[in-house]
């Protein structure tokens, strides 16, 4: 009769005698050769082209005007982003309201301000003195305690972050109410059970939750409004892409300029993707599904591995 300890020591025998191959992926390999070959075709036309204009390129990067247009641009993002997602979360929550017109306001204003593009309404903001010489303050339908000119209340800066900030905010609404609504049903009732009361339920309960849904896509609306802002252009205000086009128009260096200008986009994005990235692994914490790692992450994960393998490697060196 075979006993079990018998049988384990065959099965290690034989375990010990099978010979291991690794799996082969000619798929990967020629994959990964002609992503390598058409990046070096990328590469070699930049820097050998002289079309490109590098020196010129080198001149502008950081010139105090570019410099200043970088500047403006940041701040024009963060006003529309700010006040955009400040509006958006009212939104959202007056379309999750029970009561009819609260939902029917926020509905409407999300389809009107959707469905007008961006470079209409910050035309109509521009020109909202044609509309109204005059905006008032005061009772409404009643007396007016003082009024304005819409010319000095309503300039290009103001009229640009206006109109960025409220065409955002109808894409901030779907995003936060998409968020509110992924948070499970269950929480709240069980929060309304124990007699927490509406506004805390909200802001300490399915918030904090829901933005695990909302920072991706509003991640992504940052980086959009980044090279959003090059709309506002047309109101000749001096944003990155104005400045640009500025000195490319006195001194001819079209494609230089052009490319300093995607540089320096090419920064800001890559910053705020970073930024994005460690925003999501923090509230995406108690998550059994791991962030995917960026490629930087990657490169010192493969690093590292290379790095313990030679301190393991024996000390004579050299295979026996």
Same mark, same amino acid.
């Given at each position: 009769m075979t006993t079990p300890a018998v049988l384990e020591e065959?099965?290690?025998?034989?375990?010990?005698?099978?010979?291991?191959f690794k799996a082969r992926h000619p798929g990967r390999w020629i994959a990964g050769a002609a992503v390598a070959v058409l990046l070096a075709m990328a590469v070699n036309a930049l820097v050998t082209n002289p079309a490109w204009d590098w020196p010129v390129v080198g001149a502008y990067l950081f010139h105090p005007s570019v410099l200043h247009a970088v500047l403006f641009t940041v701040e024009l993002?963060?006003?529309?982003i700010v006040l955009g997602f400040l509006l958006g979360t009212v939104l959202a929550l007056m379309r999750l309201s029970r009561?009819?017109?609260?939902?029917?306001?926020?509905?409407?204003?999300?389809?009107?301000?959707?469905?007008?593009?961006?470079?209409?309404?910050?035309?109509?903001?521009?020109?909202?003195?044609?509309?109204?010489?005059?905006?008032?303050?005061?009772?409404?339908?009643g007396l007016a305690f003082f009024s304005v000119d819409s010319m000095d209340l309503i300039g290009p800066v103001t009229a640009a972050a206006l109109g960025l900030a409220l065409h955002q905010a109808a894409y901030a609404a779907e995003i936060v109410r998409g968020g509110l609504l992924s948070v499970d049903p269950g929480q709240m009732e069980a929060a309304a059970a124990l007699g927490i009361?509406?506004?805390? %339920?909200?802001?300490?309960? %399915?918030?904090?939750?829901?933005?695990?849904?909302?920072?991706p896509a509003a991640g992504n609306e940052i980086i959009g409004l980044v090279k959003g802002t090059s709309v506002?252009?047309?109101?000749?205000?001096?944003?990155?892409?104005?400045?640009? %086009?500025?000195?490319?128009?006195?001194?001819?260096?079209?494609?230089?300029m052009l490319l300093v200008a995607a540089i320096w986009y090419l920064v800001l994005t890559t910053v705020l993707s970073?930024?994005?990235?460690?925003?999501?692994?923090?509230?995406?914490?108690?998550?059994? %599904?791991?962030?995917?790692?960026?490629?930087?992450?990657?490169l010192r994960g493969i690093l590292t591995v290379r790095r313990q393998a030679r301190r393991q490697r024996p000390a004579g060196g050299g295979r026996r």
């Open positions: 065959a099965a290690a025998e034989s375990a010990g005698s099978l010979t291991v993002t963060a006003l529309g009561v009819p017109l609260l939902a029917s306001a926020a509905w409407g204003y999300v389809w009107l301000f959707r469905s007008v593009p961006l470079i209409l309404q910050l035309l109509f903001w521009y020109n909202l003195a044609a509309l109204y010489k005059q905006i008032s303050f005061g009772v409404p339908f009361p509406r506004g805390r %339920q909200i802001f300490r309960i %399915q918030l904090p939750q829901a933005m695990r849904s909302i920072v506002v252009y047309i109101m000749a205000l001096p944003e990155l892409f104005y400045q640009v %086009q500025v000195i490319y128009n006195r001194n001819g260096r079209v494609i230089a970073a930024a994005q990235h460690y925003v999501e692994r923090r509230f995406g914490r108690g998550l059994a %599904q791991a962030l995917p790692p960026t490629p930087l992450q990657r």
